[in-house]
């Protein structure tokens, strides 16, 4: 019993980080629709000074400067760019801050309210992968301290 169980909650999770892929190429192409036809990504992004503001790394930023295009961002560095560039107006809604999608209820509708939703989601099956790796080396370790 246990070991279908396993091989369900393996399917249901690579579903999941699926999706968290997939969602990725949704925010990518929301961000390259904010850059003007005929410009570079590199033409329409701010200066170090403003990327610093939008709390991007030092190594987030080096980063972006090496690449042109959106597909090299991790899902991070397209929120903070798409909350700090893309939807200034809205820079300090609530929603931003949200780190709980149970507090993103359906009947919030909106671009902001899905980023945040896919931010959050993203950051959800990181914290599982990450204590899954954890779990793995914890029994390989038991493992071979037993044998």
Known sequence: MAASSGGKNERNFLQLHRL????????????????????????????????????????????????????????????SLLRHFCYKADLKHPLWDETDNNNVVPSLTGEIADIVRIRNLRNEVCFICKHLMLDICYSQSVESAVS
Request: glycine share 2%; aromatic share 4%.
């Open 20 to 79: 968290v892929l997939d969602s990725a190429r949704v925010l990518r192409a929301k961000l390259d629709s904010f850059v003007p036809t005929g410009a570079t990504l590199q033409a329409w992004l701010p200066s170090d000074k403003d990327l610093k503001k939008a709390k991007l790394s030092d190594k987030q930023i080096r980063h972006i400067k090496q690449h042109n295009k959106s597909e090299m961002f991790d899902i991070s560095v397209l929120t």
